[in-house]
């Protein structure tokens, strides 16, 4: 029986899904959705870049002697005269609905999501550098909304699309690579290969992103944040690079060891799956690895994809939010002030109020341990 196109676009693999939720697919879907504007005082600009690691083979592809990665870089700005910047592409649209089952929808939907950024305005800088991993499959397009919220704030964002493990990655060359990773995904060990792979491909982006932007970003204030096994590759990333001060993870089951714990501040934020001694227990074995400043949230009514861009798109794919979830506003809103209000206790040094216990103006963010 065909998946509908709810159930595989709020599952990610390899990380621990959300209980089963219906989602009646709309009559007729309307028109491209328009993420949430930025919050922050500055414009935001966005820019690509193709990056290639000589150094190593690319894990996916054995044809390739080298590890080629599309980064998309988003930081505060002034006004620049370059156009919109587009979500993803026609083609990635339509590989990516295909990837996830889509029907009934058109083809380059996704395409038209109106998006706030401007594509290369002039940078300003330096700013604090934060890397963002997105959810297995997923592109990295699918975190813009914090992205550009980030950005919008004085951070430098640098999202990294790892190559072949998303339905559609645009390399240098126009050509738009699949996901050559799916074909191993229920392999034993894959998801500690998965995060192994990703905090090598985020050192190289770091040592490229130093030598390439050295006025637009302060080496000194550097954090990692993902969504499910980009947000377990986070925690991997620290453990193998120290110029990553601080993590976040957003809902993803953890695969790297930490032998020797792990100093630096680390924020857990998850969907109830992720409750202290729920149904994943690597955040329990992971916490008390943690020996710095540390927090674990737990959003009630969230769930997988609940900390991505999802829930601003599911109208225009025709698809009902979950009965009993927070608004798509709501998510968006949760996420970014909680992620903001962590880099600025860790890099900016802004001491936060929201870390003290629960707030009243949030009531869905439970602390855990």
């Known amino acids: ?169 645009t390399l240098a060359d126009g050509e738009v690579a699949g996901c050559l990773a799916c074909d191993s995904d229920t392999d034993p060990g894959f998801g500690t290969g998965v995060v192994g792979t990703r905090a090598a491909d985020v050192s190289f982006v770091l040592d490229e992103l130093l030598a390439r932007k050295p006025a637009l970003i302060d080496p000194t204030r550097i954090a990692m944040a993902g969504q499910s096994i980009g947000g377990a590759s986070a925690l991997a990333a620290m453990a193998a690079d120290k110029r990553i001060d601080a993590g976040v993870d957003l809902d993803g089951t953890t695969y790297a060891r930490l032998p020797n714990g792990l100093a630096r501040p680390f924020l857990f934020i998850g969907s109830p799956e992720h409750a202290p001694g729920g149904r994943d227990p690597s955040w329990d074995r992971d916490w008390t690895l943690l020996t710095g400043w540390k927090r674990w949230l737990v959003v009630t009514g969230a769930d997988h994809q609940s900390f991505t861009d999802l829930p601003q798109l599911q109208g225009a794919l025709g698809l009902r939010p979950p009965p009993g979830a927070p608004s798509a506003a709501r998510l968006a809103e949760i996420t970014r002030t909680y992620v903001a209000a962590f880099l600025d206790e860790h890099l900016r040094s802004r001491p936060q109020p929201l870390w003290k216990g629960p707030s009243a103006r949030y009531p869905e963010v439970k602390f855990g341990s």
């Open 1 to 169: 029986m065909r998946r509908t196109l709810a159930a595989l676009l709020l599952l990610t693999a390899c990380s621990t899904p959300a209980a089963p939720r219906s989602a009646a697919p709309s009559p007729r879907p309307p028109g491209p959705a328009t993420l949430a504007a930025p919050t922050g005082e500055h414009p935001v600009g966005t820019t690509v870049l193709h990056l290639t690691d000589a150094s190593r083979p690319d894990p996916w592809n054995l044809d390739a002697k080298a590890r080629e990665l599309r980064v998309t870089l988003w930081y505060p700005s002034g006004r620049g005269e370059g156009g919109r910047a587009a979500y993803m592409s026609p083609r990635e649209s339509e590989l990516t609905l295909k990837g996830s089952g889509a029907a009934g929808v058109p083809p380059d939907i996704l395409s038209r999501t109106v998006v706030h950024a401007t594509t290369d305005a002039p940078a300003k800088g330096p700013f604090p550098l934060v890397v963002l991993s997105p959810g297995f499959t997923k592109p990295v397009s699918t975190l813009t909304s914090l992205a550009e919220d980030l950005a919008s704030r004085g951070y430098v964002v640098a999202g990294v699309d790892h190559t072949y493990e998303s339905h559609a990655t």
